[in-house]
């Protein structure tokens, strides 16, 4: 199977994953990325079962919407029953890095605010030890040469991503050689870092479930 295919089979399998908790006043959180684009249009086909979304991008807003589907401002919810996300890379304890779209702040606050967060991922996301992948974090702009300093500290080399301005306005720092071995200590010492928004370590509030997409068919994690 193609990592497409595998993002396909795992999107289909968290539909199927939140189906008996869609009523009609559900709120259903929605993520942010290629694997999370391909649950919102197996999302839609279910439309009619429940209330509406909140969308941690402007992107997946407008996907969304696109299909017709409610989208809500967070404040305006009381709660919401389940968030759906990916993931750039997952250990065995739900510890993820996040932000590989440059969404992670809001997913962070949409994944903090659901009652269950469902991961959605191909079997190329799951390691042993988190930082492979380059650690994102967003920064307020003014802060990027302090916030960077701060990183070397920490044994990173930070890279700013050119180009790219998030939803809210801030630059991203992508965190490269970190061995993370304690991710919950290590997103606290990111975040202490003034100028730093977020991290995207999503380890002190880890996923509940990882729905890990694997050749021989999905794989529920807890
Ligand atoms: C966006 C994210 C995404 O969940 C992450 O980058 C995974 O994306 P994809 O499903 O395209 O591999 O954190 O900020």
């Known amino acids: ?117 469902v991961c959605i991922a191909d079997e190329s996301k799951l390691v042993k030890v988190l930082g492979d992948f380059p650690l994102p974090v967003e920064i307020i702009p003014m802060a990027r040469g302090h916030v960077a300093r701060e990183l070397v500290k920490l044994g990173g080399d930070p890279v700013y991503r050119e180009g790219v301005v998030t939803d809210n306005g801030n630059h991203i720092l992508d965190v490269y050689n970190l061995e993370i071995l304690d991710p919950i200590a290590l997103e606290k010492s990111i975040d202490g870092i003034v100028g730093v928004v977020t991290n995207g370590l999503f380890a002190k509030r880890s996923a509940d479930v990882l729905l890990l997409a694997t050749k021989d068919g999905v794989k529920t994690l807890k």
């Open 1 to 117: 199977m193609t990592q497409d295919e595998l993002k396909q089979a795992v999107a289909e399998a968290a539909v199927a994953y939140i189906l008996p908790m869609l009523e009609t006043d559900t709120i259903v959180g929605v993520g942010t990325g290629s694997t999370a684009n391909l649950f919102i249009d197996e999302l839609a086909k279910h439309k009619g079962l429940f209330d509406g979304t909140v969308a941690s991008s402007e992107a997946s807003a407008e996907r969304l919407k696109k299909h017709g589907i409610p989208v809500y401002n967070l404040n305006s919810v009381d709660s919401i029953r389940v968030y759906v996300d990916g993931a750039d890379e997952s250990n065995d304890h739900l510890h993820l890095i996040k932000g590989g779209g440059a969404a992670l702040t809001r997913e962070k606050i949409v994944a903090a605010c659901s009652d269950e967060f």
